[in-house]
C-alpha cells in the first residue's frame, strides 16, 4: 500500500475513498453499441454503505463492476473518472487495478455457487488472494480463514473450510463468499445481489454476516439490489437508478420517509404491503377439495405428506412455503402432471381421474396454469393471435371472425391494445408476457387458475400491477384462484385464505387474517419475521429474537416421523416434537395448524 | 420469405458466407443443367488415355479417353445428387426419431438412445466397409447403410435440442390443454429448433459428401462407369507423379463445394446462437 | 470412493457389452445376406461342390452360435482364422500392419495434439482477434478437404516438385527409427493437418466455454495473476473436455488412417482392409473391422473415465 493513500484534503474533510464522476459505459447488443450507464456521479468514504436500487437494465451491476475498475466482455467505459483513493482507474495498467482487486477492493457476486471454483476446496480460495497478493503467509491465510468463519457463525468454522463447494448449502456458502471478500482486509466492497436467490429465512442468515463485516468492520460497501427493504438495512445513503440513469439520491431515513421522484415513489409503493379486502360474500360450496394427498418422484421419499385443501368458489387461496416445501408439486398434482400415491382431488364435485391423459376436454378447460417465467411460458415461435388464439379453438370451437373478436375482447381484458396480435412473445416487455399468458388462461373460460409464482420474476412495480390485473379480473369474471408463492408480501395482497407448507406438509391454513395474526406456528412466526420491513433497524429487531437465532441457518428436511420443523423450532419439545406426528387443532380464530402446543401457549 | 428479404440477409452476411453460397448457387446450376453444359457425353470414349490440356479436350482425357471436363460436370450431377438423397433420408429419419424419443421419453427413448449409442460407438467407415464387404457394392446397399448410420448424429442433435425445447412451460401449457403428441411435436417444438438442425443439415451434407468420396476413392462407392469425382481422383491419380494437376481437379471440386457449405453453416449457427460460441 | 468406482465400472462395463454387440454384428452380419455368401462370393464358379468346400472352409456349415464362439475365443487368444485370398493366418498378416498402422497414427498424434491444443488455446485467449478470426477460416477450409486431396497435394509439392520426401511410403522393420520417420513424414502430415483443425475448433469452443463461466470472472476479481487464472482455475476444470476432445480427435484419427494409407501405399492394416473389402475376404474384414472398433471404443472409453475421475462432484460427495 502507498503512502498517499491516507491524505486529507486542505478544508480537513476527509476525501471519498472512492469517487466516480460522469461515468458513461456502453454495451454491445445485436444493434451495436449503446449507452446503459449514462454519466453517473457518486462518492463514497471510508466505512460508508452506499445502496444501488434499480430493476433489471438499470445498469447498477455493471456500475458496481466499473468501481473495481472492471467491465464484463461486452462492454466498454466511455467517459468520465473513477478515482479510488486517489489513483484513476480508467487509465491505470491492468496490472495496477489488479493488485487492487481482492486486496483493497473485494467482490461478492450473487450466486455463490458459480462463483467458487468447483475444483477447488474452501479454504484453499479463501487463501488464494491473500497468498497470491503476498499479504498473508499460507499458514497465516488459512488461520484467518477459521478465524472469520468463527466470528461470523459458520458451522464447525475448523474444518468447514476443507470441504469444497457443492458440500455445503446455499446459503453458508454465499457467506463463505463475504468471509473470503474480507480475506485480504479490504476497504471497499461490492455486494452484487448477494441475496437475491435466496429464502427469506436463508437470505436473513446471509444478511447478519453482511452486517457484521460492514458495520464492526468498517469497511464501505456498495451493496447492489432491487430490494429497497434490504438495503435499507445496511446503507447509509442510497441511488436510485433507472436505464442507467441517475432517478435519486439521499440518506436512507429520507429516501424511506420522503422520496422525491415519482419513480422511487412507486418502488416503495410497490413494496408496500396493501391489504385486500376479503371477497365480498363467498359462495357457499367448495370449488376444489383435495382430500389427503400424497405425492412423490418416481422412487424418491413423498414431497407431499397427507395434503387437504379446500378452495371455495370466487376466492383466492395461497399456498405459502419455502423452496423446496413442495408447493409447486401441489400445482403438479392438481393439472394431473404428477398422479398422487394416495389421496384424491375433487373438482366442483366431481372425482378428478388422477392422470391428465386420463380427464377430459372440460375438466382440463375448467382448471387453467399460469407459470412462473412468461419468457418460457410462451412459444417464442408463435404471434399472440396464435397462442391466445388456440384454447378459443380448441376447447370452444371459434374460428374466423368470432376467434379474432374474442382475441381482440381478452387483449382488452389484459389492458393491452389490439396492435399485439401480430407480435411475437420477443417483441414484448416481461410484464405484457406475463399478460399473455393471463389472457391465454381466460381464453379456456376457466372457473379456476393456478397462479404458480406468477410475480416473483417481474421487476417489482410491474408485479404489483399483475397483481392488480389479477384482482380486476377476479372480481370481475368471478374467477378463483390457487396463488403459489414464496412472497409474503404478495400473498398478503391477494389472498383471503393462506396454506403454509413445511418440508411437504400444512404447517398451518385458515383466513388470511387469522394466519398472519397471532396466534401463530411457530414456522409462520419464523416465515413472517424473515420478511424484510421497509424500516431502519429491522434487521438488528430480528436477529434478536429468539425465532431467528433457532430457525435461520438450516436446512429444511422432509422427514417421515415427527414435525420436520423440529431442528428449527424454538418452541421445540424435545422428545416429543422429535418422534410423534404434530396433531391437527383449529383455533378459536378459525384457522387449523399441526403443532404439539395449544394455540393458547402459542398465542404468547 | 420475401424475396427482397432474403437479399437483403444475403447482403448482410460476412464474406465467407456470400463466397459460399454463390459457390453452392454455382454447383446447383451446374448440377441441374450438365447435359446441356457439358461439351461431350458422360461415358463417350473419345481418345487416346491422358491426352493434354487443349483446344478439343479443354482439361484433357481420363485413364479410358474419355472427356475430363464433361465427367466433372456429370460427376456433379452424380456425386452431390446422391450425397444430398444421403442426407434427406438420414435427417428424416433421425429428427422424427430424435423428437419423438424427446417428447414421449419413458421406454421409447430409452431403446432408441441405446441402439443409437452402439452405432455410434463403431466408426462409420469401419461400418460400411464391413457392410460393402458382405453385401457387396450395391447403391441402395451403400445408401441405406450411410443413410441409417449418419441418421443417429442428426438423432442424437434433435432429442438433444427437442429435450431442451420439451421441458419449457410453453410445452406444458400445450399438455395440460389437452394437445396430442403430433401438434406438440410439429406446432410447439420443431419450430424451435429448425435453426440448429438447419445447420446440422449443412454439416450432415458435408460429412455424407466427404464420405461416398472417400468410398469412392477406395473403389468401393459409386461404379464405374458413372462419372463421380472420388473414383475420378483414383483412376487418374497416376497423373500426379507427371506433376500434372488433373487428377486434383475433382478433389478440388469435392473440397470446394464442402468449403463453401462450411462457410454457409458457420453463419448460420453464429447468427443462431447470438453471442454463444459454437465450433 | 466407492461410489466413483462403481460408475467407473458401470461405464467399463457399457463399453464391454458394446464391443460384444459388435463382435456380434460382426459375425451375423453375414447371415443378413439374402441368400448365400458362398454362392454370392464364388459368382460365376459356384458349382455345388466349391461352394460346399468353401463354406467348410468359412466354417459356414456350424450352427451359428458355436461359430460365433469359436470366433470369439479365437479373437480373444489371437488365432483369427484363415484369409479366403491367400490361405495365409489372418493374426499373421495383422500384426506386423497393425504395429505400422499404430506407428503412423502415433506420429501424427504426437505433433497434432499439442499443436492442436497450443494453437486451440490460443485462439479462445485472442478471441475475436484476427488470429482467431484466420484460424477460423483456416480450419474451417481444411475441415472441409478430403483426406486424399491433401495428400496428393503434398505429393505434388514435396515429393514430385522438390523431391524432398518420397511419394510412397513403403516401411519395413529393419528400417532405423529415423528413416521411418522420414517415409512417413508426408502421410503423417496428411493425418495431422485434418485432424488439427477439427481439434482446435473443438478445443477453442471448450476453452471459451469454461472462461465464461462465473468462477473465471470471480478470480479477476479477485486480482489473481492471469497465468494463474489460467493455470489454477481454468486448468483444472479444462482437462475433462480437453480429454474428451483427445479422445474424440485420436478415434477419428484411427479411421482417417484408412485412406491415406491407401494414397501412399503405406503397408498398415487400414489398407490390408480395404484390400479385403474389394476381395470380400470376409474372415480378414472381419478381424480388421473388430481391432477398428476396439481400438475406437477403448479410446472413448477412456475419455469418459478420466472425466469422471476428475469431477470433483463424483470424488467428494457430499
Redesign the interface.
Known amino acids: 500500500m502507498s503512502a498517499e493513500t491516507h491524505s486529507n484534503t486542505e478544508s480537513g474533510t476527509i476525501t471519498p475513498l472512492l469517487e466516480v464522476k460522469g461515468l458513461r459505459i456502453e454495451g454491445l447488443s445485436?444493434k451495436g453499441w449503446h449507452e446503459i450507464v449514462c454519466g453517473v456521479d457518486l462518492q463514497l468514504k471510508r466505512g460508508e454503505v452506499l445502496g444501488l436500487i434499480g430493476e433489471s437494465g438499470a445498469g447498477k451491476s455493471t456500475i458496481g463492476?466499473a468501481s473495481?475498475g472492471?467491465t464484463?466482455d461486452?462492454c466498454r467505459i466511455t467517459d468520465g473518472d473513477i478515482i479510488f483513493d486517489g489513483l484513476e482507474l480508467r487509465t491505470a495498467s491492468e496490472e495496477k487495478?489488479?493488485?487492487?482487486?481482492?486486496?483493497r477492493i473485494?467482490?461478492v457476486?450473487q450466486?455463490a455457487a458459480?462463483?467458487?471454483?468447483?475444483?477447488?476446496r474452501l479454504l484453499d480460495q479463501f487463501s488464494?488472494?491473500p497468498v497470491?497478493?503476498g499479504v498473508l503467509s499460507r499458514r497465516e491465510a488459512e488461520k484467518k480463514g477459521r478465524d472469520l468463519y468463527r466470528s461470523l457463525d459458520l458451522p464447525d468454522p475448523e474444518n468447514i473450510g476443507e470441504?469444497?463447494p457443492?458440500?455445503v448449502s446455499g446459503g453458508q456458502l454465499q457467506r463463505m463468499m463475504v468471509a473470503?471478500a474480507m480475506a485480504c482486509g479490504p476497504d471497499l466492497l461490492v455486494f452484487d445481489e448477494p441475496t437475491t436467490a435466496l429464502d427469506v429465512t436463508t437470505q436473513i442468515e446471509v444478511l447478519k454476516t453482511i452486517k457484521e463485516v460492514v458495520t464492526a468492520r468498517q469497511v464501505a460497501a456498495i451493496y447492489i439490489t432491487h430490494d429497497l427493504a434490504v438495503v435499507a438495512q445496511l446503507a447509509d445513503h442510497l441511488m436510485v437508478l433507472r436505464y442507467g440513469d441517475l432517478i435519486e439520491m439521499n440518506t436512507t431515513g429520507q429516501m424511506l420517509t420522503a422520496p422525491q421522484q415519482d419513480y422511487t415513489r412507486a418502488l416503495l409503493d410497490a413494496r408496500t404491503r396493501h391489504e385486500k379486502p376479503p371477497s365480498e360474500a363467498a359462495e357457499s360450496g367448495a370449488l376444489l377439495t383435495i382430500n389427503s394427498v400424497t405425492a412423490g418422484y418416481r422412487n424418491g421419499p413423498d414431497i407431499l405428506q397427507d395434503v387437504s385443501v379446500s378452495v371455495t368458489r370466487g376466492q383466492t387461496v395461497a399456498v405459502v412455503g419455502e423452496s423446496g416445501s413442495g408447493k409447486s408439486t401441489l400445482a403438479r398434482v392438481i393439472?394431473?402432471?404428477l398422479p398422487p400415491r394416495s389421496g384424491s382431488i375433487e373438482f366442483a364435485g366431481e372425482r378428478l381421474p388422477p392422470e391428465?391423459a386420463q380427464?377430459n376436454?372440460r375438466q382440463?378447460r375448467e382448471a387453467?396454469?399460469i407459470?412462473q417465467?412468461p419468457d418460457?411460458?410462451?412459444?417464442?415461435?408463435?404471434r399472440v393471435r396464435d397462442i391466445i388464439g388456440?384454447?378459443l379453438s380448441?376447447?370452444l370451437g371459434l374460428s374466423g371472425k368470432e376467434r379474432e373478436r374474442r382475441i381482440i375482447e381478452l387483449l382488452e381484458q389484459i389492458e393491452l391494445s389490439d396492435r399485439y396480435i401480430d407480435r411475437f412473445p420477443g417483441e414484448l416487455s416481461g410484464g405484457e408476457k406475463q399478460r399473455i399468458c393471463i389472457a391465454?388462461a381466460l381464453a379456456?373460460e376457466p372457473d379456476l387458475i393456478i397462479c404458480d409464482e406468477v410475480t416473483s420474476a417481474l421487476d417489482t412495480i410491474v408485479a404489483q400491477a399483475i397483481l392488480n390485473l389479477l384482482q380486476r379480473l377476479q372480481s370481475e369474471l368471478r374467477l378463483t384462484y390457487l396463488f403459489i408463492s414464496h412472497d409474503l408480501d404478495t400473498v398478503a395482497s391477494i389472498a383471503d385464505k393462506v396454506v403454509v407448507f413445511y418440508a411437504g406438509r400444512i404447517a398451518e391454513q385458515g383466513p388470511k387474517s387469522a394466519v398472519f395474526e397471532p396466534p401463530f406456528h411457530p414456522y409462520t412466526r419464523l416465515l413472517l419475521s424473515s420478511v424484510p420491513e421497509m424500516r431502519q433497524n429491522w434487521l438488528e429487531e430480528t436477529l434478536s429474537t429468539r425465532e431467528a437465532q433457532a430457525g435461520i441457518a438450516r436446512e429444511v428436511k422432509i422427514t417421515e416421523r415427527g414435525c420436520p420443523f423440529n431442528e428449527r423450532c424454538p418452541a421445540v419439545i424435545p422428545d416429543i416434537c422429535v418422534s410423534e406426528r404434530p396433531p391437527v387443532q383449529t383455533a378459536a380464530s378459525g384457522h387449523t395448524f399441526a403443532c404439539q402446543h395449544s394455540p393458547k401457549e402459542l398465542a404468547s | 420469405m420475401p424475396m427482397s428479404n432474403l437479399f437483403k440477409e444475403f447482403l448482410s452476411a460476412p464474406l465467407t458466407a456470400k463466397f459460399g453460397m454463390l459457390v453452392i448457387f454455382g454447383y446447383a446450376v451446374i448440377s441441374i443443367f450438365a447435359p446441356l453444359i457439358a461439351p461431350y457425353g458422360e461415358t463417350e470414349i473419345l481418345g487416346g488415355a491422358y491426352e493434354l490440356w487443349g483446344d478439343k479436350y479443354l482439361l484433357g482425357t481420363d485413364n479410358l479417353g474419355r472427356d475430363m471436363l464433361s465427367r466433372l460436370i456429370y460427376g456433379a450431377r452424380n456425386t452431390i445428387g446422391i450425397a444430398l438423397l444421403i442426407t434427406v433420408l438420414a435427417f428424416l429419419l433421425g429428427s422424427i426419431t430424435g423428437m419423438i424419443a424427446a417428447t414421449v421419453g419413458g421406454w421409447t427413448d430409452q431403446i432408441l438412445g441405446r441402439i443409437v449409442d452402439v452405432l455410434m460407438s463403431i466408426p462409420s467407415l469401419i461400418f460400411a466397409l464391413l457392410v460393402l464387404s458382405i453385401f457387396g457394392t450395391a447403391m441402395p446397399y451403400l445408401i441405406s447403410v450411410i443413410a441409417i448410420l449418419d441418421s443417429t448424429r442428426v438423432f442424437r442433435l434433435a432429442r438433444a435440442t427437442a429435450m431442451n425445447v420439451a421441458v419449457m412451460d410453453f410445452v406444458e401449457v400445450a399438455r395440460l390443454r389437452g394437445e396430442r403428441l403430433g401438434w406438440i411435436t410439429v406446432k410447439e417444438i420443431l419450430p424451435n429448433i429448425t435453426a440448429p438442425l438447419l445447420a446440422e443439415f449443412g454439416l450432415r451434407f458435408c460429412f455424407v459428401f466427404l464420405f461416398i468420396s472417400a468410398l469412392s476413392f477406395l473403389g468401393l462407392g459409386i461404379q464405374p462407369p458413372t462419372a463421380d469425382w472420388g473414383s475420378m481422383v483414383r483412376d487418374n491419380s497416376t497423373l500426379i507423379t507427371y506433376d500434372d494437376i488433373t487428377p486434383l481437379l475433382p478433389a478440388g471440386a469435392i473440397a470446394l463445394l464442402t468449403v463453401a457449405v462450411n462457410f454457409v453453416v458457420d453463419w448460420m449457427l453464429h447468427k443462431s446462437s447470438g453471442l454463444k460460441d459454437v465450433s | 470412493m466407492i461410489h466413483i468406482l462403481k460408475i467407473v465400472a458401470q461405464r467399463i462395463a457399457l463399453g464391454l457389452l458394446t464391443l460384444l454387440v459388435i463382435s456380434l454384428f460382426i459375425t451375423f452380419g453375414v447371415e443378413l445376406l439374402p441368400g448365400d455368401l458362398a454362392e454370392s462370393i464364388l459368382g460365376q464358379s459356384a458349382t455345388p461342390e466349391t461352394v460346399r468346400v468353401f463354406r467348410a472352409e468359412l466354417g459356414l456349415d456350424k450352427p451359428a452360435h458355436l461359430r460365433y464362439l469359436d470366433w470369439l475365443a479365437g479373437m480373444a487368444t489371437g488365432d483369427m482364422g484363415v484369409s479366403l485370398a491367400n490361405k495365409r493366418e489372418i493374426s499373421e498378416l495383422v500384426g506386423i500392419r497393425l504395429a505400422n498402422t499404430l506407428f503412423l497414427g502415433g506420429f501424427a498424434a504426437a505433433i497434432a495434439v499439442p499443436l492442436a491444443l497450443l494453437l486451440g488455446i490460443l485462439a479462445a485467449l485472442y478471441r475475436n482477434s484476427f488470429y482467431d478470426r484466420a484460424v477460423n477460416v483456416f480450419t474451417l477450409t481444411s475441415i472441409s478437404f478430403p483426406e486424399f486431396f491433401v495428400a496428393y497435394i503434398l505429393i505434388l509439392f514435396f515429393a514430385i516438385k522438390f523431391g524432398w520426401f518420397p511419394g510412397i511410403s513403403n516401411v519395413s522393420t529393419e528400417l532405423a527409427l529415423g528413416d521411418k520417420l522420414y517415409r512417413t513424414l508426408l502421410p503423417a502430415a496428411t493425418l495431422t493437418l485434418v485432424v488439427v483443425a477439427h481439434m482446435m475448433r473443438m478445443t477453442r469452443a471448450a476453452i471459451i466455454n469454461l472462461l465464461a463461466s462465473p468462477y473465471i470472472e470471480m478470480a479477476r476479481l479477485k486480482g489473481i495473476r492471469p497465468t494463474r487464472i489460467i493455470l489454477r482455475h481454468a486448468l483444472p476444470n479444462a482437462l475433462a473436455p480437453i480429454v474428451n476432445v483427445i479422445a474424440l480427435n485420436l478415434a477419428y484419427l484411427v479411421v482417417g488412417v484408412v485412406i491415406v494409407e491407401v494414397v501412399f501405399v503405406y503397408p498398415g492394416l487400414g489398407q490390408l482392409l480395404v484390400d479385403s473389402v474389394s476381395k470380400r475376404d470376409v474372415p480378414v474384414v472381419q478381424a480388421c473391422s473388430m481391432i477398428f472398433a476396439s481400438v475406437y471404443i477403448l479410446l472413448n472409453l477412456s475419455a469418459d473415465v478420466i472425466s469422471i475421475i476428475t469431477n470433483p462432484r463424483l470424488l467428494h460427495p457430499r
Do not use: C, I
Not at chain 1, 487495478?97 to 486486496?103: C, E, H, P
Not at chain 1, 458459480?114 to 477447488?120: D, L, Q, R, S
Not at chain 1, 418460457?376 to 408463435?382: D, T
Open positions: 445485436e463492476l473495481m472492471y464484463r461486452g487495478k489488479r493488485r487492487l482487486r481482492g486486496t473485494a467482490y457476486a450466486s458459480a462463483a467458487f471454483n468447483p475444483a477447488h488464494e488472494a497470491d497478493h470441504r469444497w457443492h458440500q473470503m393439472t394431473g402432471l391428465l380427464r376436454k382440463l387453467q396454469m407459470y417465467m418460457v411460458a410462451l412459444n417464442p415461435r408463435q388456440r384454447p380448441f376447447y391465454r379456456a
